[in-house]
C-alpha cells in the first residue's frame, strides 16, 4: 500500500537533532513518505555552539517546491523560513499542491534565545501563513509574538493568546507551554475555535530535549496525513514527542536531540486531556 505524502519546508540542522532531518525522522516513524524543501541550512560552532545560517537561494527554493508539488503531497509542514519572501512562498505552495492539511510551525528563534531572528517574519506568517493553516504550533515565546500579548505567564494568558491567533486565520491553536506553568507536569493548550482543551503528561527531564518542537510539528502532521481528526493528531502527537523527550540522550557538552522512534521502540505516553 502506498504511503501517504508529507513536505517540510524548512531549515537543515546539521547536528540532526531538529528542522528537516527531525521532520524526516519523524514522518518515517509514523509510516508516512517525507519530502523537503530546503530553506537553509544551520550550522554551529564547535567551541560554543552558536549558530550561524546559510540560506538557500530563492531560485533553487523555487525549483524544489515546483518538483514537490509536482509529486501531490497529501499534507505540508512549515519550520524555519529564513525571509518574509519564503514565508509567502510557502504559503502559495500549499495552496497550489492540493494537499489537504497544512501545519505551520512558526519558527522564531534558536533554542535558549528569545529574540526573534527576524521581525518582519512575524507579520509576514500572520499574513500568508496563519490564514491557510491547519494547526499552528507556537510555543510559548512565538504565541505571544504572533497575538502581540508579549511574554504569556498564565493559562489565561495562553488562552488569549490562542484566541487572537485563531482570529487570524489558524484552524486550530496548540500553544506549547512545557514547563512554564507547572513543575511537575508539561502543559499544551488546544484550542479548535470553540473549546480550549490541556493536553497534560508527566514532565521528563529538560536536558536533552533539541528537536522537541519540530517533532512535535512533525507528528501532527504525519497523523493529518494519515487520516486523523485535528484534535487526535496534536494528541497523539504529544504522546509522541513526550516519549522522545523522555528518552533523549546525550550527544556532546552542548546538546542532546530526543529520540524519535522512542515511542515505537521504547514506550508510549498517556496524555490527559481536560476541557478547561
Known amino acids: 500500500m502506498a504511503l501517504n505524502k508529507v513536505l517540510t519546508i524548512a531549515g537543515s540542522d546539521t547536528s540532526a537533532g531538529a528542522g528537516m532531518q527531525a521532520d524526516l525522522k519523524t514522518f518515517q516513524e509514523l509510516n508516512t513518505y517525507g519530502m523537503v524543501v530546503l530553506c537553509g541550512i544551520v550550522t554551529m560552532d564547535k567551541e560554543t555552539w552558536s549558530h550561524h545560517v546559510t540560506p538557500i537561494p530563492f531560485e533553487t527554493i523555487e525549483r524544489q517546491i515546483e518538483t514537490a508539488v509536482s509529486i501531490g503531497p497529501d499534507a505540508i509542514k512549515t519550520g524555519m523560513l529564513g525571509t518574509e519572501e519564503i514565508i509567502k512562498r510557502a504559503g502559495e505552495a500549499f495552496e497550489e499542491s492540493g494537499a489537504k492539511y497544512f501545519v505551520v510551525d512558526p519558527v522564531m528563534v534558536c533554542k535558549g534565545e528569545d529574540e526573534v531572528l527576524n521581525p518582519g517574519n512575524t507579520e509576514a506568517m500572520i499574513n500568508h501563513l496563519l490564514p491557510k493553516a491547519t494547526v499552528v504550533t507556537p510555543n510559548l515565546f512565538e504565541a505571544g509574538q504572533l497575538s502581540n500579548l508579549g511574554t504569556l505567564k498564565s493559562l489565561d494568558d495562553m488562552k488569549e493568546a490562542a484566541k487572537v491567533i485563531h482570529e487570524q486565520g489558524a484552524k486550530h491553536v496548540v500553544i506549547k507551554g512545557g514547563k512554564a506553568l507547572d513543575q511537575d507536569k508539561s ?41 486523523e481528526s485535528p484534535k487526535d493528531a496534536v494528541i497523539n502527537a504529544k504522546a509522541f514527542v513526550a516519549s522522545a523527550i523522555k528518552n533523549g540522550w546525550k550527544m556532546n ?4 536531540p530526543v529520540d524519535h522512534g522512542a515511542s515505537n521502540r521504547v514506550e508510549k505516553i498517556e496524555v490527559e486531556v481536560t476541557e478547561i
Open 187 to 227: 502543559y499544551d493548550l488546544y484550542y479548535d475555535g470553540e473549546t480550549f482543551y490541556q493536553l497534560t503528561t508527566d514532565m521528563f527531564q529538560q536536558s536533552y530535549n533539541h528537536g522537541a518542537g519540530c517533532t512535535f510539528a512533525a507528528a501532527t502532521t504525519a497523523n493529518l496525513a494519515n487520516g
Open 253 to 256: 557538552d552542548f546538546v542532546g
